[in-house]
């Protein structure tokens, strides 16, 4: 089994930034590609951002360069580092990793932006 965890939610003014961190562990012997979804109530998920090994990167069309995803060099652990923030983005975010023919995720944290 694999298993996602992330933290880094919680509340933020609008024009804020927060860094969200996932890292996944359990049976896993090598680097996969993983990404970030976010899901607001009565919505589709959505991508938000996504990168593979080797670096390609993808964002998601409502993202407009303000969001920008990393991982760590070792292991599947992955980062995003949200910046001037709006109201549009709170959510709930989840971190997906891809392996095995399938998606993996995380429990989501919670992401509010709010003055």
């Known amino acids: 089994q694999v298993q996602l965890v992330e933290s880094g939610g919680g509340l933020v003014q609008p024009g804020g930034s927060l860094r969200l961190s996932c890292t996944a562990s359990?049976?896993?012997?090598?680097?996969?590609?993983m990404g970030w979804f976010r899901q607001v109530e009565g919505m589709q998920r959505e991508l938000v951002a996504a990168?593979?090994?080797?670096?390609?990167?993808r964002y998601g069309d409502s993202i407009e360069g303000r969001f920008s995803i990393s991982r760590h060099k070792v292991g599947n652990t992955v980062y995003l580092q949200m910046n001037s923030l709006k109201t549009e983005d709170t959510a709930i975010y989840y971190c997906?990793?891809?392996?095995?023919?399938?998606?993996?995720w995380g429990q989501g944290t919670q992401v509010t932006v709010s003055s």
């Open positions: 990168i593979i090994p080797g670096g390609h990167i």
């Open positions: 359990g049976s896993l012997s090598g680097i996969y590609p």
């Open positions: 997906n990793l891809k392996a095995y023919q399938r998606d993996f």
